[in-house]
């Protein structure tokens, strides 16, 4: 079970310095990128759930959005 509210698990009184993630290598620490991904996503209702009004396409940044369809491509392709 993934409870995603229940993280990061981590080791002593610091969660960037005793957070751990696991692959299929073994254990590694987690870098503080990865930690604040999983603080974000403790949210219950999620992050995306809520519709931003006033904001148009002029607001997102076009380089960001190539490079985010580009990766999903490669990624379906990949499948």
């Known amino acids: ?18 957070t751990y993630k696991r692959n299929h290598e073994g254990d590694y620490h987690a870098t503080k990128h990865e930690i604040r991904g999983m ?5 219950p209702e999620g992050n995306d759930n809520q519709i931003i009004e006033y904001y148009t ?4 940044d076009k380089e960001t959005l190539r490079k985010y369809r580009q990766i999903l491509v490669m990624n379906y392709r990949m499948k």
């Open 1 to 18: 079970m993934n409870d995603f509210n229940m993280r990061p698990v981590y080791v002593g009184e610091n969660p960037y310095k005793g």
């Open 39 to 43: 603080i974000r996503d403790q949210n």
């Open 57 to 60: 396409m002029d607001d997102i």
